[in-house]
């Protein structure tokens, strides 16, 4: 691990392992190629988790990502690397995403990148703003976003599919109990 933390043990292994287990390398590459794209940086694109942690740590290359993305969307970004104005930078970064339109659920705490808890979920709020990133004239990456399709539908459409028993709901044509026994059967 980077940090100076003492390495976990026990079930605090098994949970890290997991978490870094559903890690994608192919993605996270993807996002740091994206990053660069808008931002002209990083140099090392790897999606090795320790390049990828390297990468963003600090939080300043994510802040300069949203300012790409809409200038002047964090005001301002600390240079320094004291540890509480990296995560302040990671959290502006957390609140830009937000404002996007990243839903809550796709974001991840600030932990999870500066103290490398969590970098699949790093890389999910990535995904999702990549996505989002089409709607401010960026390049973007993934599927793309749904549009709104409305359906209107005039009262007499509404009625006549009231009147209809989908086939979906199912049949209980021929059903009956015969034949079911649970358990043993009573004995006199």
């Known amino acids: 691990m980077a940090n100076n933390r003492a390495a976990k043990s026990g079930f605090a292994a098994e949970a890290q ?19 660069r794209q808008i931002t002209g940086e990083p ?9 990828f942690y390297e990468v963003l740590k600090d939080g300043t290359l994510l802040c300069k990502l949203s300012n790409e993305i809409q200038p002047g969307t964090i005001k301002k970004i600390n240079e320094s690397k004291m540890a ?22 796709e974001t991840f705490q600030t932990v999870d990148l500066w103290e490398r808890q ?16 089409g709607n ?10 749904a549009e709104k399709n409305v359906r209107n539908f005039t009262e007499e459409q509404l009625r006549a599919g009231q009147g209809v028993i989908s086939l979906q709901y199912g049949s209980n044509k ?8 649970f358990g043993n059967t009573r004995h006199m």
Not at 84 to 104: H, Q, R
Not at 136 to 145: C, H, L, N, R, T
Not at 174 to 181: C, K, R
């Open 174 to 181: 021929g059903a009956t109990q015969s034949g079911i026994n």
């Open 84 to 105: 509480f104005k990296c995560m302040e930078n990671i959290n502006a970064f957390l609140e830009s995403a937000k404002n996007f339109g990243v839903p809550a659920q």
């Open 17 to 35: 392992r997991k978490i870094n287990s559903k890690y994608s390398e192919e993605l996270a590459e993807e996002c740091l190629v994206w990053i």
């Open 43 to 51: 140099e090392n694109i790897s999606g090795d988790m320790d390049n």
């Open 136 to 145: 401010y004239g960026k390049p973007s990456i993934g599927p793309k976003e």
């Open 118 to 133: 969590n970098l699949n979920s790093v890389v999910i709020c990535l995904q999702s703003l990549g996505r989002k990133a």
